[in-house]
Structures are given as C-alpha cells and as structure tokens.
Nanobody, 113 residues
C-alpha cells in the first residue's frame, strides 16, 4: 500500500528557510519520479520540483529555481524539499506525489512577518 506523509511545514518569516519531508512507504522512492507540488488559496496546484528515478536528476519551477532544492534519502525512503529565501508568495499547501498518481495530504507553509 502506497503512503506518502508530508511534514515540516509551518510559519516562517520572509527570507527564512524550511525543510519539508515526504516519508514514503509501500515502494522505493528511488524507483519513481517524485514530485513536490503546491497550491495557494484560490489558485491551481502547480509543480514546484521533481526528482527522477535512477540518477536523481532534478528540475524546478522558474519561481523557485536557485532557492529550493529537492533531494531524497534512499535509506530513509524519504524525499525532501529544502526551501530557502522564502517569500510571501511561497505560502501554500505543499504536496508530495509519486508519479503524479499517488498524493500525500499536504503540509502547510505560511510565509509572513
């Protein structure tokens, strides 16, 4: 049974950092494309970052490039999203996904002073 559980969200001031975690079970994160998406209030869900299976190549939305980093720890079967230099417009519910088929319930990130 595939399960994805996000954690690490919270309230942070502009310019701050957070690290989100996505703990996976029922499959190996190294064997799938793993995604982080986000959805702000009143907006559509948007892709933030992806890490491929195998060599773990990464891609990012233009809006987060150079500020966010996706990674995985195969021993912990967990995917991470390191978020630096956070802006108010990064405020959203962040979701982890396996292959855009399975989804977690999300973790809320609020960037505000």
């Amino acid at each position: 049974q595939v399960q994805l559980v996000e954690s690490g969200g919270g309230l942070v001031q502009p310019g701050g950092s957070l690290r989100l975690s996505c703990a996976a079970s029922g499959f190996a994160v190294s064997s799938s494309y793993m995604y982080w998406y986000r959805q702000a209030p009143g907006k559509e869900r948007e892709l933030v970052a992806v890490i491929t299976s195998g060599d773990g190549s990464t891609q990012y939305a233009d809006s987060v490039k150079s500020r966010f980093a996706i990674s995985r720890d195969n021993t912990k079967n967990t995917v991470y999203l390191q978020m630096n230099s956070l802006k108010p417009e990064d405020t959203a519910m962040y979701y982890c996904s396996r292959s855009r088929v399975y989804w977690g319930k999300g973790t809320l990130v609020t960037v505000s002073s």
